[in-house]
């Protein structure tokens, strides 16, 4: 078996993760803290970051755009281990290992805060209203053009962020919490104690214990930039419900004859040359949807976009972590803009909330619209498309005696009533063991795996 990063280093001593400040409670509603206002204490706040003076700035190192691993030798391993792999390589390409880029890790880390408990869209105004700040020169109002472009824009120093007031980088929109979680990432780039190298050379648990020390950055933020930019091989973001959900239905399809992964066709990607779909006889709801909609188009442009331009999530305690496998509710704002910004091109990718446990963050599939709608220009991780109802031949396998048994203690029973949401552990599909052990056979590349279990994460 090819050795790799992830499986080669796992003896190596991991870093001691630096001390936090205690977590602030979450907020009360106004009754409540005005009658615990006697009792309350001053809430501890993030140290302001101090970045020695004289440092002599180095320019941005990217991340070597190259693999650790081959991944031919991957592919196999996994056809090896399931030969249901061998389909799903033909009908979808694994980007992440497939399109290696450049990445530049301050970058990439800084957008992910930034973008953390909003959409996408709204990560990406926000994220431009902040390089605003450093570069002025840059449009106020960017066209298509732009964005399509937005990758190659400039981007600020760690020294650069990290000496900007906190009044300062809440004009542009970021709540109160961001702009203290985005200079301290800076303050650690800036100093020293994060950078490309030690990034690069760190095994995965050194890795997690770097990162998680920067406020604002949990376990799951760190899984996916260890696929996504990193491109580690064996990474399992065992917390995440979509892939909670997809690992469910790959082994649940193969062990149960009649399990079908059906997906509603509005959430399948269309096909340009396709017929029209014949009409729908609407309902109540459709025709409430229609009339938000037309509303929504109906009001001015400056009106459409009220919900890009500033990050309310002070009020939804960014650094207080959402239940375990739930994913945050678009707000109405959020909403409303969805709906406005539904006829812009009927191409463009499809926002999906994370699922994940962690720091939650937006991000979608990737569509055949511009490269400017998708998240992939902000650094944020990209869903594969979901696949086609043609995949369930594939997924009942080719002989019985291809079926691994499942591990003890689950059956088919038991799998079918958690994905019905009958018996779901703590908001959980699956527990962190139980996907170890549905898994074991992926390793060392269980991350390849992983990609393709989003493509089965749509619920219907």
């Not at 691993?69 to 389909?87: M, T």
């Not at 992440?96 to 990439?108: G, W």
């Amino acid at each position: 078996m090819p050795v790799t990063r992830s499986a080669s280093r796992v003896s190596t001593t991991p870093a001691a993760p630096e001390p936090k400040t205690p977590r602030l409670p979450k907020r009360k509603s106004s009754t409540a803290a005005s009658a615990a206002s006697k009792k309350k204490k001053a809430e501890p706040s993030i140290p302001t970051p101090s970045v020695p003076e004289g440092v002599q700035e180095d320019a941005p190192t990217p991340l070597p755009a190259q693999l650790t691993f081959s991944f031919e030798d991957a592919k196999q391993h996994l056809i090896n281990a399931d030969s249901r792999f061998e389909d799903i390589f033909r009908r979808l390409p694994c980007k992440p290992f497939e399109r290696v880029d450049a990445v530049e890790p301050f970058r990439t880390l800084t957008t992910a805060i930034l973008g953390q408990q909003i959409s996408w869209l709204a990560a990406r105004s926000i994220t431009h209203k902040f390089l605003r700040l450093f570069f002025p020169e840059l449009p106020e109002k960017p066209d298509e053009h732009y964005w399509s472009k937005s990758a190659e824009a400039p981007f600020p120093t760690p020294h650069q962020v990290a000496q900007i007031d906190l009044a300062v980088l809440r004009t542009a929109g970021l709540s109160g919490r961001k702009a203290e979680y985005v200079r301290d990432l800076a303050a650690r780039f800036a100093d020293g104690r994060l950078s490309t190298k030690k990034l690069f050379e760190a095994n995965d648990e050194e890795l997690y214990a770097m990162l998680t020390a920067v406020y604002g950055i949990g376990k799951w933020t760190v899984d996916m930039f260890a696929i996504f930019s990193l491109r580690r091989p064996d990474i399992l973001p065992a917390g995440d419900l979509g892939v909670q959900r997809g690992v469910l239905r790959w082994f649940l399809s193969l062990h149960h004859p009649t399990y079908r992964v059906d997906i509603s066709p509005q959430k399948l990607p269309k096909d340009p040359a396709a017929e029209p779909d014949t009409p729908v006889p609407a309902t109540p709801a459709s025709k409430a949807k229609a009339k938000s909609k037309a509303k929504a188009n109906a009001e001015p442009e400056s009106q459409k976009t009220e919900a890009l331009d500033s990050d309310d999530s002070d009020d939804d305690d960014d650094d207080v972590l959402p239940v375990f496998g739930e994913p945050k509710k678009p707000s109405k704002k959020e909403r409303t803009l969805e709906l406005s910004l539904a006829d812009i091109s009927q191409s463009s990718a499809t926002e999906t909330p994370s699922q994940c446990t962690g720091n939650a963050l937006a991000f979608a599939r990737e569509g055949p619209g511009p490269l400017g709608a998708t998240p992939s220009v902000l650094g944020l991780p990209s869903m594969p498309p979901p696949l086609t109802p043609s995949i369930n031949a594939a997924l009942q396998g080719k002989q019985e005696a291809e079926k691994r048994p499942l591990p003890d203690g689950m059956s088919v029973t038991a799998l079918k009533s958690r994905l019905d949401g009958k018996k779901k552990i703590k908001g959980a599909i699956l527990t962190p063991k139980e996907m170890e052990e549905l898994t074991d056979h992926w390793r060392p590349y269980r991350s390849l795996g992983v990609y393709y279990m989003w493509a089965l994460a749509e619920e219907k």
